[in-house]
């Protein structure tokens, strides 16, 4: 995966490349090699119906978003990259569009405590009826389809237990139901791994994360290879409007230009600390696919090009003792989100899960969640030392 096909039919280019390039077009009346932040709302058009350039209102389309959107699609080897408000307004946009009252969905058994809250509370509201699915096991998957199932949706590696889906198997399950594969690639990130190359449908992102890669930028992406679907995408998009503005566009374009690099850093910096957990006595269990001992080990290992910075642990003595080891942290934060280049400690049942408590997809009360960063991963082992160790 290490080189990325640009939608025009271009030869393909390194992954490097296509991050700092594809979008970033100089700009034609300066020269800037940045895209500049097109702060504005409308623009002067040529005569009634006479668009420059397409442009007429930046609800519907803005350079800046563009020059995203663009890149997002050659990143994830897509047609069309669309870029939204959040994470979760990606998602709302999607299922609008995929779902009509009645359709099914099956999410995962652990997926993110937002996209839970939104089926469970949000589209469920609307008529559209979610069973839970191991989707790490397809034949999990192919048990909880129904006669109405439009969609399934896949989080890999998953949030915050880490697990891991086979893309390519669930996407024959998904088309053999004739259904839609949607793939959160939010953890991985396009540089890790490419779904729709492994025949997922749809690819999600919260731009929050990794993408944008510095805490600083809210936002969320859609990225499809159906020209039909992306036209649909797209009416929906400027119908309900959640898009994202220029500056926030601009900042997640200037983070993915060193994703690549943060990427490095990150799984080397987390498969460091994921073994050192392993070795510490308090520790009963540690979830990181980059772990020979996960169970999700060798389907990663063929679909990713390595294991990313998420790791998760649970602590012997239970959620207080959990709660603890959060408290005591140091250099790694307490704060929800993740993927920053700082490090970021938390407990999901109490924070970014806690809408799960009482569901299927409730997470363990002992478990810890880390957001690895890309300091000197010497600091944040020591960190997380005398955070077990209590000293």
């Known amino acids: 995966m290490s080189d990325t096909q640009n939608p025009s039919g271009s030869a393909p280019r390194g992954f490097e490349t296509t991050a700092i390039h594809a979008g970033n077009t100089a700009d034609p009346v300066t020269g800037a090699v940045v895209p500049p932040i097109y702060q504005v709302s409308t623009y002067k058009q040529d005569g009634v119906g006479g668009l420059r350039g397409g442009y007429e209102y930046s609800r519907s389309a803005n350079p800046t978003r563009t020059a995203l959107e663009e890149n997002l699609a050659a990143l994830e080897g897509g047609r069309r990259g669309l870029a939204f408000a ?44 979610w069973s839970v699915a191991d989707t790490s096991d397809p034949a999990s998957v192919r048990a909880a389809l129904t006669d109405r199932t439009k969609a399934i949706w896949v989080e890999t590696p998953s949030n915050p237990l880490l697990g891991i889906t086979d893309i390519a198997a669930v996407a024959q399950v998904a088309r053999d139901a004739g259904a839609r594969l949607v793939v959160d690639n939010t953890f991985a990130s396009p540089y890790l791994q490419q779904p729709l190359a492994l025949g997922a449908d749809v690819v999600v992102h919260s731009m929050t994360k990794y993408m944008g890669g510095h805490s600083d930028v809210v936002g ?21 409007g959640a898009v994202a503005g220029p500056f926030d566009a601009w900042l997640v374009l200037r983070g993915i230009k060193t ?40 389907v990663a ?36 989100s993740l993927g920053g280049v700082e490090s970021l400690i938390e407990h999901p049942g109490r924070m970014t899960h806690a809408s799960a408590a009482g569901s299927a997809l409730e997470v363990p009360a002992d478990l810890v969640r880390l957001s690895v960063g890309i300091e000197s991963a010497d600091d944040l082992l020591a960190d997380l030392k005398q955070a077990l160790d209590g000293k």
């Not at 969320?220 to 309900?240: I, K, R, S, T, Y």
């Not at 990313?308 to 003595?317: I, K, L, N, R, W």
Request: glycine content about 10%; proline content about 4%; aromatic content about 6%.
């Open 86 to 129: 959040s994470g979760l307004a990606a998602e709302d946009c999607l299922l609008r569009t995929l779902l009509s009252p009645g359709d099914h969905v099956v999410i995962p058994n652990d997926a993110y405590g937002g996209t839970f809250r939104l089926f469970a509370k949000v589209v469920s509201r609307w008529g559209v009826q």
């Open 220 to 240: 969320g992406a859609l990225v499809v290879d159906d020209q039909e679907l992306a036209d649909e995408l797209a009416f929906h998009q400027n119908a309900m």
């Open 259 to 298: 994703l690549p690099v943060r990427m490095d850093r990150h799984s080397e910096n987390a498969t460091k600390v994921a073994d050192m957990l392993t070795r510490h006595a308090r520790v009963t269990k540690v979830l990181y696919p980059g772990l020979p001992g996960h169970p999700g080990h060798e």
């Open 301 to 336: 290992a063929k679909q990713m090009k390595s294991f990313g910075g998420m790791v998760s642990f649970q602590v012997e003595g239970g959620e207080e003792a959990a709660v603890e080891v959060c408290n005591r942290a140091k250099l790694f934060t307490l704060g929800e």
